[in-house]
């Protein structure tokens, strides 16, 4: 059986690690060696780490044994302690309330009703990469991936977009570059604890029955939705709101600015792109490319075995789709950026019943940007050292300079 280990399990959940190497080389290791084993981390979290694609899938498939209740992420895993979220949040629902739950969400996501947003994302595209395009050197991330992203998913919930500033950066520093263990790395004076705290208290005041400036969108969607004849409480609508917000903030914005970086380090497979039915394959091959979500928990329901793993029963699990992204068994030429690639059965939205509840809005975002960008930006090139995101959780781009001809 698998143990403890740090013979090749390396730097796999120190976050700098994601900033300053190329962490392929040590999952390829692991799913070659030791698909699934149990490690010991520097912070005393014993979890088992399972790499392979297959693997991977099976854990997806199957919240009942594998369990989200006790957090999502390394740093937020709670141990025998459901997280605080759990039975009122989506992602952190037990299987049968989370059906129900979905069920209700997937009216407002589904591809039909995101359909419709495409020629307001074109608009917010078209905007800022002719703003970038008038500027010739600029930031992609910050000029064109952070505000067209963002707006969309605010636009989508409903904010009024005099917010949107504010959100965008409460919601950055609530969740992911944040990493106060690594001194000198955390771009922000403020903890993720503190921005979460004033994301809160900012949809408190939003939900308040006497203000009036909440646009039609899903927060109001959710506080008019009745489940099991009553409505959501606040706290289920903030929690709820908190889950889109985030996972469609931290995620999109960089397989935007990470597609592009690819389609500029391999301007071939750029050349292939002659036709707009190409473009869902490059964001398919973008998302398996970056891997946005470099790994998640769970935690064991009862006692089961994967390959010769014996995992028992409240053992923590993380799953690393980053690693599965890049599997040999699953993917041909794994480590070719192929703008093309079909099939490309990759996990980068996960799997099974928590598939990203915003994979169509994910996709209409990145199809449309990369026409855009690719149309109105010729030339695109890099113009000084790109900067990548100190997270163990997200892997991000937060600078990347280029120049257009
Ligand atoms: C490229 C962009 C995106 C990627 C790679 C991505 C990835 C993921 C992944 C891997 C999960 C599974 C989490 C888990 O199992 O714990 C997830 C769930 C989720 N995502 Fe996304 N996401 C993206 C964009 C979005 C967008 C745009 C939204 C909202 C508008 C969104 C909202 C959510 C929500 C609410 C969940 C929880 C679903 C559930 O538990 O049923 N995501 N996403």
């Keep these: 059986m698998a143990t403890a280990t740090t013979e090749v399990d390396g730097d796999i959940t120190n976050p700098a690690f994601y900033a300053d190497e190329d962490p392929h080389p040590l999952f390829a290791r692991l799913r070659n060696e030791r698909p699934v084993f149990q490690r010991e981390d520097p912070s005393g979290l014993v979890h088992w780490v399972l790499t392979k694609h297959a693997d991977q899938s099976f854990v997806y ?48 996501y589904n591809r039909r009703a995101i359909k419709v947003l495409e020629p307001t994302v074109r608009k917010y595209a078209q905007e800022k990469v002719a703003r970038a395009a008038s ?12 505000p067209v992203t963002s707006a969309v998913v605010f636009g989508l919930l409903g904010f009024p977009s005099s917010d949107w500033d504010l959100l ?17 790395r955390c771009p922000f004076d403020t903890s993720a604890a503190e921005a979460n705290h004033e994301l809160v208290k900012y949809l408190m005041r939003l939900l308040n029955p006497r203000r009036d400036d909440l646009q039609d969108g899903h927060v109001k969607v959710l506080s008019g939705l009745l489940f099991d004849g009553e409505p959501l409480s606040q706290r289920e609508v903030i929690l709820n709101t908190l889950n889109i917000m985030q996972g469609g903030n931290s995620t999109t914005r960089h397989a935007a600015s990470g597609g592009v970086l690819a389609l500029i380090q391999h301007p071939d497979e750029a050349a292939r792109l002659t ?46 789709p980053i690693a599965g ?77 280029v120049t257009v001809s």
């Design 325 to 401: 992204n890049r599997d040999e068994e699953v993917f041909t030429d794994p480590y070719r950026f192929d703008a093309l690639r079909s099939p490309n059965k990759h996990i980068g939205f996960i799997a099974g019943p928590h598939l990203c509840l915003g994979i169509n809005v994910a996709r209409l975002e990145l199809r449309v940007l990369f026409e855009e960008v690719l149309r109105g930006l010729p030339g695109l090139r890099l113009n000084g050292p790109v900067t990548r995101v100190a997270s163990n959780f997200i892997a991000g781009i937060d600078h990347l300079p």
């Design 275 to 320: 036709s707009r039915s190409h473009f869902p394959l490059l964001v398919e091959e973008v998302v398996r490319w970056t891997s946005p979500a470099i790994h998640f928990m769970r935690r064991a329901t009862r006692d089961v075995t994967v390959r010769d793993a014996r995992i028992r029963k409240g053992d923590a699990v993380s799953v690393w």
């Design 61 to 108: 498939r199957r919240p009942d044994i594998f369990s989200t209740q006790y957090g999502v992420t390394f740093d937020t895993y709670r141990g025998a302690t459901p997280d605080p979220a759990a039975g009122a949040m989506l992602e952190f629902s037990a299987p049968r309330h989370h059906k129900e739950l979905r069920k209700e969400f997937n009216k407002s």
């Design 135 to 146: 500027l010739g050197s600029f930031d992609f991330a910050r000029e064109i991936a952070d």
């Design 168 to 184: 965008f950066d409460l919601s950055r520093r609530s969740q992911e570059e944040t990493h106060p263990s690594i001194p000198g």
